[in-house]
Structures are given as structure tokens and as C-alpha cells.
């Protein structure tokens, strides 16, 4: 079982508290060395596709892997809901971080609208479409199902759902699959316990250490 901690854009807690976790951590950019220096696998929430050039706001694979990052998200549904990414750009952030030497978690998932029309398979289809295109069965390569719904909301998927999109998730590209959103400790262990979650990606219980503890915690057990 992964659990991946995605702080955001909040600062986070201290890293040093987080030593003995066996988890990964996804803090904004200012934040990546103190967290690669208090021993952390740690990753960056967003990699460009070129080396360098002129993409103000961006950042490359080959200077995170100076800083001694792991691996990066790409895709997360706020970067594609608020900054217009696309799916293409999306696998074309993938493909360069994974040749670089980056571990990636790609993330897909459909909203509330696409699911009520009932598009959510069509959705993933497109959205890891892109991805397996581009990647392969990358060994570095993980997804994460976060039902744009379910992120920040409280409404966690249940348990079947997940395991449904997962299950779905893997016919098209058979990578592990984390779950992403509103998972809680009090959530966590009927999610994890579905065959094919492999882990999970969290965002607001990742900044509280106390709740993150509990997920790594619940995660060792699953
Ligand atoms: P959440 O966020 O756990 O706060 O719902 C998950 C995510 O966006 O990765």
C-alpha cells in the first residue's frame, strides 16, 4: 500500500515530524529540499516536459532530480480544472518526467456532471488513453483514480465505486492505483481493503499529522 501525501498549496507540516512514515510527500516547490532533507520520499505536484526554456512558472525534470526529488504528479484535476491542462499535455509532462528518471503519478478522474451523464468510463478511457499512449507500463509509472467530486468535498467514493473505476482503470493500463479524495482515517481501511486500491493519494488529512500517521498506520495493515 502507497500512501501519498499531496500538501498543496499549504505549507504543510514540519518534515522532520514525518521521519519515521514510510509514505510520500508532495509539498509545493519551496518546500521540496526541506523535505528531501529530513530523508523523505518526496515528490514535486507538477514537472514541465522540456529540460528547460522559456515557460515562466514551470519547472523541469532534470532540476528536481538536482534537488534529490523522486518523482512527480501530473494531471491532478485542479491543474486541469483551473490552469487548462490537457490531456495531451498532461502525458507529454509523464513521458518527460519518467525519461528523466522521475517516478510519476498520473492522476484521471471524471467530475460530478460527466458521472451523472453517465461518462465516467469514457472519461478514463480518454484521460489514461492519453497516458498509456504516451508511457507504457512504465515501472515508474503510478495512477491515481480522484473523482473530481469526491476532492476537498467530504464525499469519499465508496468503497464499490472505487474499486470499480480501479478495476476499470487497470483494463486499459495495468499500473497500481491510488484512490484520491476525502480519504480519512476513518475512511481508509474499507478503501484500501478493495482489491484493486493500491494506496491513496491525500490531500487535506496529509496536512494534519496526527491523520497522516493514521492513514500510513492503516496502510501497513492493509
Ligand atoms: P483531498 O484531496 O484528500 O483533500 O480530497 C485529494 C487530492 O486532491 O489529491
Known sequence: MIIAGNWKMFRGPDPHALGGLDAIVA???????????????????????????????????????ELGVTGALVGHSERRQYFGETDEGVARRARAALAAGLAVIACVGETQEERDEGDTETVLQIQVGAIRNACGMHDRLLLA?????????????????????HAFIKSLLDRPVLYGGSVKPDNADELMSQPDVDGA???GASLDLDSFAALCLTASHS
Open 27 to 65: 509539498p509545493p516547490f519551496t518546500r521540496l529540499r526541506d523535505c528531501v532533507d529530513a530523508g523523505l520520499t518526496t515528490y514535486a505536484q507538477n514537472v514541465h516536459w522540456e529540460a528547460e526554456g522559456a515557460f515562466t512558472g514551470e519547472i523541469s525534470a532534470p532540476m528536481l532530480l
Open 201 to 203: 493519494l491525500v490531500g
Open 145 to 165: 483514480y480522484e473523482p473530481v467530486w469526491a476532492i476537498g468535498t467530504g464525499r469519499t467514493a465508496t468503497p464499490e465505486t472505487a474499486q470499480d473505476a
